[in-house]
């Protein structure tokens, strides 16, 4: 059996075994359509809205903007 047999034998039971693809991906952080916001007094202040981020292991980041902007509410 050649290597590329083996894997993908080993492919064909990791789709058996845990019921999904073996090319999956997988995240280290993923949002989905977030939102949140703040409600001072009467005024309602949108923090953030329907924001979707997908961080892969290994990633670097780095979240930018103004004042006011979201950053630590994201």
């Known amino acids: 059996m050649s290597e590329r047999d083996e894997t993908l034998d080993i492919e064909e ?3 058996e075994a845990e019921g999904t693809t073996a090319d999956r991906v997988e995240f280290a952080v993923r949002l989905v359509d ?3 916001v703040y409600t001072v007094g009467t005024r309602k202040i949108n923090a953030v809205i ?3 981020l997908d961080i892969r292991p290994g990633d670097y980041v780095v979240v930018r ?3 006011g902007s979201g950053k630590t509410t994201l």
């Open 13 to 15: 039971d990791l789709v």
């Open 34 to 36: 977030v939102s949140r």
């Open 50 to 52: 329907n924001v979707s």
């Open 65 to 67: 903007g103004d004042s």
